[in-house]
């Protein structure tokens, strides 16, 4: 990568959880804002010693500016002495890929306070662990930024009078846990699959990490559950689609116009197998429903061919299971290709697009595209300009300009 600047982002979402995880793990939750304006310090220093070129060993050089930047920081609040210096060389000098990866899933398990709810649990972890800034998270939630703010600064607050970390090894504790920890990684997983991202609204490599992590924690006797087979399946069977998501102009492209021969066959075959082994407990989640409709679309070998009437049946489950604005929109986009165009308006039109759908792309480019399947070309037009007004990439944006273009808009 020759770019200073495409490299310090690349840096940042890969180094970011593993220098504020060793740094909390280090300093405790009290220090949780030094960590971050450590890090952030130690990536604006990159940026402006990197003009000219990148250095032969960027991780290297991030890794001990960050340390510099955490003993100055120190130094100025008269916490830092040769001890500190020692134990931050020892803590640097262990970040190899396998311990940055389980120092991050402890954190994942030690941030999910069992005081603090699901959602500011999932909130942390994104903003700590993931990098992702108030604003990527609350596109994740489908939610405004102030409402990000609030759980923040009360996650913070809970952790700076617990002073310390928890180590979690108890199972109970775990069980109660992993539900935060695997909905942050679903949701880091989506927002490398289509994230909101101005640059570039895909990021395999944090498609990757997600997929990562969840089959760490396989690794892992303690920890290992079939749901966690069910998210790893999800990851692998949408990842498997990752190179067809754009065409060469960087358009995003829906699923009916991709190349399904160009879908990465042995991330199926991944995919499926932890599909398998999903089905080892007595308990169907939400990731295990999720998964199994991923399957169905990765092993049909054609839009038309596709097992709709399984597919809707899954949906009717997760509707029950995990009702969400996002499960209905798929549902109802399911059942307009197993029931027709007028079955699918009518769920759609069930949904109030008055609070999180207003603000939601999706929801308006898929009534728009069921306009157009009716032969309604001026209600289409009015519904995808209303979805570009809300794209958060030229990817996005360019799609639905193509589909307007289409309508003759």
Not at 6 to 16: K, N, S, V
Not at 162 to 189: E, K
Not at 249 to 277: N, P, Y
């Amino acid at each position: 990568m020759t770019d200073p600047s495409a490299a310090i982002e690349d840096l940042f979402r890969r180094e970011w959880a593993s220098l504020i995880a060793m740094l909390a793990r280090r300093f405790g939750p009290s220090h949780l804002d030094l960590a971050e304006d450590v890090v952030q310090e130690a990536l604006e220093r990159a940026m402006s010693a990197w003009r000219l070129g990148l250095p032969t060993h960027p991780k290297a050089w991030i890794v001990q500016t960050a340390k510099r930047c955490a003993i100055d920081r120190l130094r100025h609040l008269q916490r830092a002495d040769r001890l500190t210096e020692a134990a931050l060389d020892v803590a640097l000098a262990n970040l190899s890929p396998e311990e940055d990866a389980s120092n991050q899933l402890a954190m994942m398990f030690s941030l999910c306070d069992e005081d603090l709810g699901g959602e500011t649990h999932v909130t942390l972890i994104l903003r700590f662990l993931c990098g992702f800034g108030p604003r990527e998270i609350a596109h994740a939630f489908i939610v405004d930024t102030a409402t990000i703010d609030r759980r923040l600064h009360r996650g913070k607050e809970r952790l700076r009078a617990l002073g310390t970390l928890a180590d979690v090894s108890d199972s109970a504790v775990i069980a109660r846990r992993l539900p935060s920890v695997l909905c942050a990684l679903y949701l880091m997983f989506n927002e490398g699959y289509q994230g909101s991202d101005h640059e570039q609204p895909i990021h395999p490599a944090l498609c990757r990490y997600a997929l990562h992590l969840a089959e760490l924690l396989l690794d892992d006797a303690a920890i290992s559950r079939p749901e966690i087979h069910a998210l790893a399946a999800l990851f692998c069977l949408h990842a498997a689609r990752l190179s067809t998501r754009l065409d060469d102009h960087g358009v995003f492209l829906r699923l009916a116009e991709q190349d399904r021969t160009r879908w990465d066959q042995q991330l199926i075959s991944r995919g499926v197998l932890h599909l398998s082994q999903s089905a080892a407990g007595d308990q169907m989640t939400r990731w295990h429903l999720e998964a199994a409709i991923a399957a169905e679309h990765a092993l049909a070998p054609s839009l038309a061919e596709t097992n709709w009437s399984r597919i809707v049946a899954l949906y009717e489950e997760l509707r029950r299971e995990s009702p969400s604005p996002v499960v209905e929109i798929g549902y109802a986009m399911a059942v307009a290709e197993l029931r027709g165009v007028a079955a699918g308006r009518a769920a759609l039109d069930q949904l109030d697009p008055s609070r999180q759908l207003a603000r939601y792309p999706f929801f308006w480019a898929a009534r728009a595209e069921l306009e157009v399947r009716a032969g309604n070309p001026a209600a289409a037009r009015e519904l995808y300009t209303q979805a570009r007004a809300l794209a958060r990439n030229s990817a996005e944006r360019d799609a639905y300009d193509r589909q307007l273009e289409l309508l003759g808009a």
